[in-house]
């Protein structure tokens, strides 16, 4: 990413920050990680890591767009898809976790990692996010692939 890229990424994730100032002074500073509400700008989709990294290998086809921001808390196990803010969606499955508006997220600078937080795909500050249509098409793909490698139990 060019340094303009990585400003115009920071600048929108910032604008999700009560105070974008704060923000981007904890990331520089502080612990390296920030707290924002989410629901304004996007939601985020957390699903467990297997489920969320095989996921983002089938939304690197040619055939759709490129992802949207995604992140990985390693020490949580966790990916999160940022999508677009939806107050009236539902994603339902095991282990998914919807944050949207009154809920927060711990997030690194689009730049670099913080604390167990690294970006797999950072902001690129153009608002780009995941469509919801084609990340539940992989995920429900990525599942059932889980499902079947999964043995069954005692076997």
């Given at each position: 990413?060019?340094?303009?890229?990585?400003?115009?990424?920071?600048?929108?994730?910032?604008?999700?920050?009560?105070?974008?100032r704060?923000?981007?002074?904890?990331?520089?500073?502080?612990?390296?990680?920030?707290?924002?509400?989410?629901?304004?700008?996007?939601?985020?989709?957390?699903?467990?890591?297997?489920?969320?990294?095989l996921?983002m290998?089938?939304?690197?086809r040619?055939s759709?767009?490129?992802?949207?921001?995604?992140?990985v808390?390693?020490?949580?196990g966790?990916?999160?898809?940022f999508?677009?803010?939806?107050?009236?969606?539902?994603?339902?499955?095991?282990?998914?976790?919807h944050?949207?508006?009154?809920?927060?997220?711990?997030?690194?600078?689009?730049?670099?990692?913080?604390?167990?937080?690294?970006?797999?795909?950072?902001?690129?500050?153009?608002g780009a996010?995941?469509?919801?249509?084609?990340?539940?098409l992989?995920?429900?793909?990525?599942?059932?692939t889980?499902?079947?490698?999964?043995?069954?139990?005692?076997?």
């Amino acid at each position: 990413m060019s340094d303009r890229m990585w400003a115009r990424g920071v600048e929108w994730l910032a604008a999700a920050a009560r105070d974008p100032r704060v923000c981007k002074r904890e990331w520089d500073q502080g612990d390296g990680i920030a707290l924002l509400e989410a629901g304004r700008f996007w939601d985020v989709l957390s699903v467990p890591d297997r489920l969320g990294l095989l996921t983002m290998d089938l939304l690197w086809r040619p055939s759709l767009p490129l992802p949207g921001p995604t992140l990985v808390d390693t020490a949580a196990g966790r990916v999160g898809f940022f999508l677009p803010p939806d107050p009236d969606s539902r994603w339902i499955g095991a282990g998914l976790r919807h944050a949207r508006r009154g809920s927060w997220v711990v997030v690194p600078p689009p730049y670099r990692p913080g604390r167990s937080l690294e970006w797999l795909v950072p902001p690129d500050g153009t608002g780009a996010l995941h469509a919801p249509g084609p990340l539940e098409l992989a995920l429900r793909e990525a599942n059932g692939t889980l499902t079947a490698l999964t043995p069954p139990p005692g076997g």
